[in-house]
């Protein structure tokens, strides 16, 4: 446990329970998959005390595949994004993808949520296809690969076509070409410029 223990300030009124770093409880929960009875049981605290950090860093919670986001963690996303706890910035591989579909006069929508899911896909190119961006690591990790796999489905499922475009591509192939293979693929047949 040596190293990821944060104490109180000596001004501040405190008990003896450790407050354990954003960066610990991270890798705990998400790289090592514990879960939180787990991770109170090897530290010694309550669940209720974890699950309360969990809250107080904004960590999401596993959620088994078909799980919706409720109302109340969508609003407490909305709120971390709002203060700056939660990075809006965009990928460079989204950006990329922004910058072809301009450059090809292609209407998208980036960063777009369908009504009725809670889930945030990287573009919406109109009028119905979906598309994700995929950085090598994150999405090679097996928590956000459930994520993905739902997505997915959900596109599928309410009649959506669906596009991946994945880091290591863009860097072997290029971004012309995949949007070229992925997108406007999906867009022939119909009354636009890409039709054959």
Request: charge should be negative; glycine fraction near 8%.
């Amino acid at each position: 446990m040596d190293g990821h223990i944060v104490y109180y300030p000596d001004n501040f009124q405190y008990d003896d329970t450790p407050v354990f770093s954003e960066e610990w409880l991270w890798r705990e929960y998400w790289d090592k998959g514990l879960s939180v009875a787990s991770i109170s049981d090897e530290c010694g605290v309550s669940q209720y005390y974890i699950e309360s950090l969990f809250v107080e860093y904004g960590i999401p919670k596993r959620k088994p595949v078909g799980a919706y986001l409720s109302w109340k963690a969508t609003n407490r996303i909305t709120g971390l994004m709002q203060s700056g706890k939660l990075s809006t910035e965009r990928t460079s591989i989204e950006l990329a993808l922004y910058g072809e579909l301009d450059r090809l006069h292609i209407g998208h929508t980036p960063q777009y949520s369908p009504q009725g899911y809670s889930r945030i896909y990287d573009a919406f190119v109109h009028p119905d296809i979906l598309v994700e961006m995929q950085g090598d690591y994150w999405h090679s990790r097996p928590e956000q690969q459930i994520v993905d796999e739902h997505k997915e489905a959900w596109a599928y499922d309410h009649g959506y076509k669906y596009a991946v475009i994945w880091e290591c591509e863009i860097k072997e192939i290029g971004i012309g070409q995949l949007v070229a293979d992925r997108i406007l693929i999906h867009m022939k047949g119909k009354d636009n410029e890409y039709s054959s």
